[in-house]
């Protein structure tokens, strides 16, 4: 859960002295993620299998004695300032949304229960999660968000047992709480319908594992998943994912207009977690063709992300891989939000050699691909990707060959 692993960024802590007069007083981390299976299915209170990668967002913060916020964020070499009194009256770039909605909530569920009230903060932001890439760069930027606002409060998140500040207050806020506030502030002042899955698995990965996930009641088993021999590469399309979002809605609109038809057959379902294929064969022909289609699909994912987390525990990689395949091929053909490039990274991919299983991941429509790859083979897989993808499309490719990170921290500058 919380770790104290120092990813402490003298460069971070510079550009805020430089800023602000004396050190941050702490530096959040939260790390990007990328799903090994389970696509499309947390938003039906289904499974998901995502890992947190070693790439992250950094907030480095201390308290202001006033209500402010001040920001400066170095990658894009903006600034804002806005009242937690009255955000809104004042003009700020798109990405201070976030944090504007994480402190709104922070202080409606959290704070005022406990009889505090939200400081100001100023502070510094950077990251290398890649932006609008499907690697969950705004989840990460909610939850270190949320962490500083608390930060500054001087109240941190934990299991017991973590070494921290002295003069810190521990609270006892369960990180999958923490997570649906961050989902609601991306839902709600972001205006991004997404799922539960992005925020929860920033929060709670860990290195050497995947986070088995379920999205209706949030209980989660750790996986252990060390790449002993294997290495997890992102290949990024370098496509934008301009339909992303509408088509998103359209999925989430289908699925509960599935789930609403059905209902008339097997009135105690909710959601199209509670279908099984074998019901789901007995009414299929009786919904509208691509409801139909896109239903079929998050059933028989929520099945692949179960064998798949078996697979995983028995080391059986061959079928971890295969699920991975099947799992792109109903994201292509059935569910239909992959596209032509992500299509042609996974072609390639799933014909070298080596390579265990080969994905899209995250909403789709561009973004990234992930891949499982034995060692000996990364250096033929990296070459053939920048090769063909690029004579294929015309389009350069990114390749981030990752390690599985661990969720976010806050390390106190003592
Ligand atoms: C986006 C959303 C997630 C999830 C995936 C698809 O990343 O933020 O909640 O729905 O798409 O699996």
Known sequence: MMQTEPIFSDNLEQEFTDRFGNSPEFIVSAPGRVNLIGEHTDYNDGFVFPVAIDKYMHIAASPRSDRQVHLHALDMDEEAIFSLDVPDESETPAWCKYLKGVAYLLQEMVLSDMGYVQQGMSAVITGDVPIGAGLSSSAAFEVASALAFLGVCG????????????????????????????QRAE????????????????????????????????????IPFS???????????NVKRELASSEYNKRRAECERGVEIMQQWMPSITSLRDVSLEDFKKYEAELPQITQKRCRYVIEENTRVQNAVSAL????????????????????????????????????????????????TGAGFGGCTV????????????????????????????????????????????
């Open 155 to 182: 109240l941190e998140i934990t299991d017991t047992g973590v070494d921290t500040k002295a003069d810190v207050t521990l609270i006892e806020l369960p990180p999958t709480e923490l997570a649906a506030l961050c």
């Open 187 to 222: 839902n709600e002042f972001v205006g991004v319908n997404c799922g539960i899955m992005d925020p929860t698995i920033s929060l709670l990965g860990k290195t050497d594992h995947a986070l088995f996930l379920d999205c209706r009641t949030l209980d989660y088993v750790q």
């Open 227 to 237: 790449l002993t021999d294997m290495l997890l590469v992102i290949c990024n399309t």
């Open 313 to 360: 525990a028995a080391k059986d990689f061959n079928t971890f891989g295969t699920l991975m395949n099947e799992s792109h091929a109903g994201l292509r053909d059935t569910y239909e939000v992959s596209c032509d490039e992500l299509n042609v990274l996974t072609d390639i991919a799933q014909n070298i050699d080596g390579v265990i299983g080969s994905r899209m």
């Open 371 to 414: 891949n499982l790859v034995y060692s000996y083979a990364v250096e033929t897989f990296h070459d053939q990707i920048m090769k063909v993808y690029t004579q294929r499309t015309g389009i350069k490719p990114d390749i981030y060959v990752c390690n599985v990170g661990d969720g976010a921290c806050i390390k106190w500058n003592t």
